[in-house]
């Protein structure tokens, strides 16, 4: 699916996701960055995972001494370049989020907001093991999917993606419990409580999983 995002939903193509994005939608997505500020302080390393054409990393930098960004999207990244080369405390690299080129302990937060660990189509654990690994003591992991209470919003914002022709037609008969398919085979998923309780089990941390604005839910994972 990584490829599907690297050809159908790279750069200007999502950005366009987002401009299509309802009062409530935005209101969703500036929640999730306000939560993720208040874990960040000045003085920190930030990684962010699935950056893709920047949207989140003026925000970063702005809090943070320094930002690293990933993605696996040449195009994205390009884009992201290009439009914040004013932006010096930002570094952007291609590289998978479950296979990390970062030495152990050496980041002091990692980012994987707006259901990247499902949208991914990465092994979840491994993904959640590598930042842990890269984390120091003391520093944080965040990763959030989508609550289920926020499914219809959520849908919805899918059926404008489809109607705008940045998605296949969405597959009605197989669109449920949190699965959004299309019919030229784009799946998005998304994660449970219990699913964030599974794959955190037995790693070297604290968690908590907490909802946040009635659209989010988040897995906050403390290194120990």
């Known amino acids: 699916m990584s490829s599907y995002y690297s050809r159908k939903l790279s750069a200007e193509r999502l950005k366009q996701v987002y401009d299509l994005a309802t009062p409530r939608i935005k209101q969703y997505l500036e929640s999730e960055l306000s939560h993720v500020l208040e874990k960040i302080r000045p003085g920190d390393l ?39 080369r004013s932006i010096s405390n930002l570094s952007l690299c291609r590289m998978d989020a479950a296979n ?10 990692v980012v994987c907001i707006q259901n990247g660990i499902s949208a991914f189509h990465v092994n979840p654990r491994v993904l959640i093991f590598e930042s842990v690994r890269v984390t120091r003591r003391g520093g944080h992991i965040l990763l959030s999917t989508y609550s289920k209470k926020f499914w219809k919003e959520r849908l919805e914002w899918f059926e404008l993606q489809s109607r705008a022709g940045l998605v296949g037609e969405i597959d009605y008969e197989a669109t449920k419990d949190g699965l959004i398919a299309c019919k030229d085979g784009f799946t998005a998923t998304t994660l449970g409580p219990e699913d964030f309780s599974r794959l955190t089990k037995g790693i070297d941390a604290s968690v908590e999983i907490e909802e946040i ?12």
């Open 46 to 84: 930030v990684l962010e995972l699935g950056c893709g054409y920047g949207r989140i990393l003026p925000t970063l930098a702005a809090q943070a001494k320094w930002v690293a960004a990933i993605d696996v999207s040449r195009s994205s990244l390009h884009f992201a370049a290009v439009s914040l």
């Open 213 to 224: 604005d009635g659209s989010s839910l988040f897995c906050e994972i403390e290194r120990n």
């Open 100 to 109: 990390l080129g970062f030495r152990d302990h050496s980041v002091d937060c």
